[in-house]
């Protein structure tokens, strides 16, 4: 509690000080990590705007496991500095909630990017009861003091507009994180398995699962091993399977040991660049698979805890046999699924999901951003 009223204090002195008005603050999930759609943002500025044009800063938890990061200055969180920064930036971009050590300034522009372009769980207001209250109040104060909040669907639009506590201006302009899945001739699968110690010619099967709020892990019983096997008889090649937790099971992950086939990725900051590089994706009522939809590449649901998950954790936007993407409930089931898969069948299903959403992803959305960043900063 004193360090809460210290900060509070510093901020109130920093906030006295000119905002310097190119000057750009972003940080993802709390500064746990660099990426999501502030990194996307960040590595458009860095490419298409010359040298000195924006003072581009980030925040992280951990300042040492960045240091290969460049073209950006970098500061802890919770720092002198990091407070002195934030409280000068004209511009603030994250994906999560902020908390109240960000005391916005008159003539402060703040972007609320959030971490999914479209999503199958139940969020804030809709999400309520599911809620703790200490974020819910958090949630509220944030949205007061948003300017900006960025939407990639219709669908996401009207959630918005019901959910998020949130009355300012909605950009429908497509989701920064998602613009990489748009540009297929980059090198980002090669650098993605080189990085991962990985041949190029191997094929990759990702498994996304989100978490549950009782930190059951019990739920995670997908066999691994058989869904290799089975990927191999039914697309053949040499699979690899990534396993990507949540990052609020990253205590849990550590725990798991990478082996032969399977690689526990977890502790990777881009699920996007795993996804640019993966040729399925299994997931269960996680976000990411609305953005692998925009692949159109396989994507499959295991969700062995369908009814008391829907019951006990969040209701879903849309009924899970609504989706384009195969369920399963047994391992059994997950293996037939792959088995009797259809590219055809799956392809008429995205599209579909695409015409219903109206989607707005392009891969376009870092410039939509940065021509009204530009012109609301004049």
Same mark, same amino acid.
């Given at each position: 509690m004193l360090k809460r009223y210290l900060a509070l204090g510093v901020i109130y002195i920093l906030n006295c000080l000119p905002i310097k008005k190119n000057k750009i603050f972003l940080f993802s999930y709390y500064g746990s990590q660099y990426g999501d759609s502030p990194k996307y943002i960040t590595e458009y500025i860095l490419k298409s705007y010359p040298k000195g044009k924006f003072d581009v800063v980030w925040a992280f938890n951990d300042l040492m496991n960045k240091e290969h990061l460049s073209g950006f200055r970098k500061v802890k969180t919770m720092s002198l500095k990091y407070f002195y920064e934030l409280c000068t930036s004209k511009v603030i971009v994250t994906n999560f909630r902020t908390t109240d050590l960000f005391v916005k300034r008159k003539g402060q522009y703040y972007i609320q990017t959030w971490h999914s372009s479209l999503r199958l769980k139940q969020i804030e207001k809709d999400a309520e009861c599911s809620l703790p209250h200490q974020y819910v109040e958090m949630a509220k104060k944030d949205s007061l003091k948003c300017d900006l909040l960025l939407s990639g669907c219709e669908y996401s639009t009207k959630i918005f507009k019901r959910a998020f506590w949130y009355e300012g201006e909605i950009f429908e302009s497509g989701t920064p994180a998602n613009d990489l899945l748009f540009n297929p001739g980059l090198d980002v699968r090669k650098t993605v398995l080189e990085r991962l110690k990985l041949s190029t010619d191997i094929k990759i099967a990702l498994y996304a699962p989100t978490f549950r709020k009782d930190g059951d892990i019990s739920v995670y019983d997908l066999n691994l091993n058989q869904v290799i096997e089975s990927l191999t008889q =039914?697309?053949?090649? *040499?699979?690899? !399977?990534? !396993?990507?937790?949540?990052?609020?099971?990253? !205590?849990?992950?550590? =725990?798991? =040991?990478?082996? =032969?086939?399977?690689?526990?990725?977890?502790?990777?900051?881009?699920?996007?660049e795993l996804m640019y590089a993966s040729d399925i994706l299994i997931t269960?009522?996680?976000?990411?698979?609305?953005?692998? !939809?925009?692949?159109? *590449?396989?994507?499959?649901?295991?969700?062995?805890?369908l009814k008391s998950y829907i019951e006990n954790d969040r209701r879903l936007y849309f009924d899970i046999k609504e989706l384009p993407f195969t369920s399963a409930i047994t391992n059994e089931e997950i293996k037939r699924n792959i088995r009797e898969f259809s590219f055809e069948g799956y392809e008429e299903g995205v599209s579909k999901m695409l015409k219903i959403i109206n989607s707005f992803e392009d891969g376009n959305a870092c410039e939509k951003l940065l021509n009204k960043i530009e012109k609301e900063i004049g």
């Open positions: =039914k697309f053949g090649g *040499k699979w690899f !399977l990534l !396993l990507r937790l949540h990052p609020h099971l990253s !205590l849990v992950s550590k =725990k798991i =040991k990478s082996s =032969k086939n399977i690689i526990n990725v977890t502790q990777y900051d881009d699920v996007q269960d009522y996680s976000s990411v698979m609305f953005s692998f !939809l925009l692949t159109k *590449k396989p994507c499959f649901l295991y969700v062995p805890d």
